[in-house]
């Protein structure tokens, strides 16, 4: 006999959070551009592994990580140094043409058609984020930047700040993501995640609450209510 849904089994899509950095738009090769030229500057050397290890970070998260994988002690100064380089070096870079992913727009302008609340949750800082709003000229009902927060992903707080802001239950929210680290940050704070990973050496796995996709075009707003339901 099959199972009767009752009105309180079923979870309403409450919001959707997408991540911006090799999820909505293309960026990841333009921080990789940054990358490279940064360990060519260090005498280091630029592995898939190195990458696998910083996406989806913020840059004071990353930076140590790389120096260290080009084997330089991160010092406070030099992190902050070669912050403040990987900064200017993307504002730069980000003059050039930004691609957004495939599907990412089109689900963004049906989501918000279908009145589901939307937000921009990344680890890039506001400088970069704007850059990035402004030039495509996107819509969002909250943006939160990587230094708006103080903990940043996989740490829960992005996303956690993202439903508080927007009053959206958690259980009902589904986050968007290509990295392992806002994949744990999403789950972490309770919400559905889709994962489309832009990295080569970046492998998720399938789950109850967790879809693997090629691209955001292979999914619509029914297949986020259903993600949650």
């Given at each position: 006999m099959a199972r009767q849904v009752r009105d309180w089994d079923v979870t309403a899509l409450s919001a959707v959070l997408f991540d911006m950095d090799g999820l909505l738009v293309d960026t990841e090769p333009t921080w990789t551009v940054a990358e490279r030229e940064l360990a060519?500057?260090?005498?280091g050397v630029w592995t898939d592994e190195v990458k696998a290890a910083i996406v989806g970070t913020r840059v004071e998260t990353a930076v140590p990580l790389m120096l260290a994988a080009f084997g330089h002690a991160p010092t406070p100064e030099l992190v902050d140094r070669t912050v403040q380089w990987l900064l200017d070096r993307m504002v730069t870079l980000y003059g050039g043409p930004l691609t957004p992913l495939p599907g990412a727009l089109e689900l963004l302008?049906?989501?918000?058609?279908?009145?589901?609340p939307v937000?921009?949750?990344?680890?890039s800082y506001r400088v970069l984020v704007d850059a990035v709003v402004e030039r495509l000229g996107l819509a969002f009902d909250l943006v939160i930047a990587g230094d708006e927060v103080a903990h940043a992903k996989p740490h829960p707080e992005p996303y956690l700040t993202a439903c508080t802001?927007?009053?959206?239950?958690?259980a009902g929210a589904v986050v968007l993501e290509d990295s392992p680290a806002g994949i744990a940050s999403g789950e972490a704070a309770g919400c559905a995640v889709v994962a489309v990973p832009s990295v080569a050496a970046v492998h998720p796995e399938a789950?109850?609450?967790?879809?693997?996709?090629?691209?955001?075009?292979?999914?619509?707003v029914a297949g986020l209510r259903a993600l949650v339901a």
């Open positions: 060519v500057e260090l005498g302008a049906a989501l918000r058609a279908a009145g589901v937000a921009l949750v990344s680890s802001r927007l009053d959206a239950p958690a789950g109850p609450r967790r879809l693997v996709l090629a691209s955001l075009a292979e999914l619509d």
